[in-house]
């Protein structure tokens, strides 16, 4: 049997046994005339429409939500200076962008007032997270030019942080004749590519491929796992040393530093259909699999033993799950597109149950994401916003109910997800 058939065969046996836990109602379990198992999503407004406009309307103006710990009823805010700052306007440009209604254009545009001068900050790393979040959709969906110019702008501001020696955009400020890069920064890469596409200079894709492609080659370790941060020699590009900063250990695998790798990688797939950035995706995403507990929702770092005392990250998991949504859109292989879907829908599943998913009361959608700095992981049931953005992007990924619904199953039965639109 190939991986993948190995793959689809665990994934179906453990998304078996989830199933009858499953609540019933909207999202219950639906089983199709074949040997599918489709389960229906509910729908991101019943999810995410209270609590982004609860946000909206209690976040003073120039700040943006970053953060929520246990039993609070709103975000803890900063200004536009974080490199959080984008994500829930993203999230409401994304809802506008999907559903057409103008309440959620009224809320994006009501929190724009500070976050446009960014792009012209050279100091963040992150301009991609904060300024590709939200206006990338909102110039899709109101094709308003000022958008495009305030992405050319933040790209080309971005792009300050080249380096030609090793091919990259520097990420943290290191000591002299040193270049740090994070698998984060695979990410930021998408403002790179769209502004190009979109007006900007060729000079700004050829950047970003460059970045993409050293990163492909140099994060990924030979069992699939990736390294967190790399340091450079400026002068020559040689790769001096690997490191971890938030994960456990520098041999180890932070969750959300491979999903950040696989992610951003399928993200610059589309723009390049570059072979090598497939297989470096494939090959982290299978270490990703392969890694999981039975419920799709990864520890804080992979390579640590489950228990109590190894906290899960569903920051990491909604991460992962649009990555792999990506993964089943463009890889050209129908069996391993069929098993990414299977992943995808596994995580998306169980992060939409609790403990996962937060109470009413709280302002964030999901809770138990973890963060921490090398060797510790801190955890107490905290919220952050790309979880939920995240989220967000992997259910409006999630392909249409329908016909092609209940054929994804036939020959290998896997459980899948499915939204009515």
């Not at 109910?401 to 939204?419: I, N, Y």
Request: aromatic share 10%; hydrophobic share 45%.
């Amino acid at each position: 049997m190939t991986w993948c058939g190995r793959l689809v065969a665990c994934l179906v046996a453990l998304s078996l046994l989830v199933l009858p836990a499953l609540a019933p109602g909207p999202a219950a379990a639906s089983v199709a005339p074949s040997s599918a198992i489709v389960r229906v999503l509910p729908t991101p407004l019943s999810v995410f429409g209270d609590k982004l406009r609860r946000a909206a309307a209690t976040t003073p103006a120039g700040a943006f939500p970053v953060e929520a710990r246990p039993g609070v009823t709103a975000w803890t805010t900063a200004g536009a200076w974080h490199w959080a700052a984008g994500f829930v306007p993203g999230e409401l440009w994304e809802m506008y962008r999907a559903t057409g209604d103008p309440q959620w254009r009224r809320l994006a545009e009501a929190m724009n007032t500070t976050l446009p001068r960014e792009a012209r900050d050279p100091r963040p790393h992150d301009l991609g997270f904060m300024l590709a979040s939200p206006y990338v959709p909102a110039y899709a969906s109101t094709h308003d030019a000022t958008y495009a110019a305030l992405l050319r702008t933040a790209a080309v501001t971005l792009d300050t942080h080249w380096r030609p020696g090793p091919g990259v955009l520097w990420s943290w400020t290191a000591p002299t004749g040193h270049t740090q890069v994070i698998v984060d920064s695979l990410m930021n890469m998408e403002l790179m590519f769209w502004a190009s596409e979109h007006g900007g200079s060729p000079t700004l894709a050829a950047h970003a491929r460059s970045h993409v492609l050293r990163l492909a080659h140099d994060a990924l370790r030979p069992d699939g796992s990736t390294v967190h941060v790399l340091d450079y020699d400026t002068t020559s590009g040689q790769l001096l040393r690997t490191f971890t900063a938030q994960g456990f250990s520098d041999d180890s695998a932070w969750a959300r530093g491979q999903a950040w790798f696989f992610t951003g990688l399928m993200q610059a797939y589309g723009h390049t259909h570059d072979a090598a950035l497939l297989a470096a995706s494939r090959a982290a995403a299978r270490y990703y699999v392969d890694h999981l507990p039975a419920d799709g929702v990864p520890y804080w770092d992979l390579s640590m033993p489950a228990g109590t005392s190894t906290p899960r990250d569903t920051a990491a998991g909604a991460v992962a799950a649009y990555g792999l949504r990506l993964l089943a859109q463009n890889d050209p292989s129908p069996e391993l597109a069929l098993g990414w879907r299977a992943a995808a829908s596994r995580t998306v599943l169980a992060l939409l149950q609790p403990p996962y998913l937060a109470p009413a009361s709280h302002p964030a959608v999901l809770t138990f994401a973890a963060h921490g700095q090398k060797g510790v992981a801190m955890q107490e049931e905290t919220s952050f916003p790309y979880a939920d953005y995240y989220l967000l992007k992997a259910m409006l990924a999630a392909p249409p109910l329908g016909p092609s619904s209940w054929r994804w199953g036939r020959g290998s039965s896997p459980t899948v997800d499915a939204v009515r639109r």
